[in-house]
């Protein structure tokens, strides 16, 4: 019977063990670098919903997340959420996970 890849931890709890990595790209600088600490969670409040006017599967919603202005969020929830139920969102809180990096569009002209 072949073994299972756990080793003892030392309070006696297992631990599964890694398998290393060899050429990976990733340096174990990059990821330290990746924490729980960098998000940036606020409670938001859908202040407007509609359909993206060029992607039949994207919603636009504009979000008050405690700024100066509302966030303009895109996100791709059309399969999951109907527009009627984003609709009655808008007097409902929910949770936003903003990045650090604005998008910045660019249009033609």
Do not use: N, W
């Not at 960098?38 to 405690?66: F, N, Q, T, W």
């Amino acid at each position: 019977m072949a073994s299972l890849p756990f080793t003892s931890l030392a309070d006696g709890g297992p631990k599964k063990e890694q398998k290393k990595q060899s050429g990976g790209s990733k340096s174990k600088t990059a990821e330290a670098d990746i924490t729980v600490a960098k998000l940036d969670i606020r409670v938001g409040l859908i202040r407007k919903a509609e359909k993206h006017p060029d992607a039949d599967s994207l919603y636009v919603e504009e979000i008050d997340v405690g700024e100066d202005t509302p966030r303009t969020v895109v996100s791709g929830l059309v399969k999951f959420i109907p527009l009627e139920e984003m609709q009655v969102a808008l007097s409902k809180h929910l949770l936003v996970f903003l990045d650090i990096l604005v998008m910045q569009c660019v249009t033609g002209s």
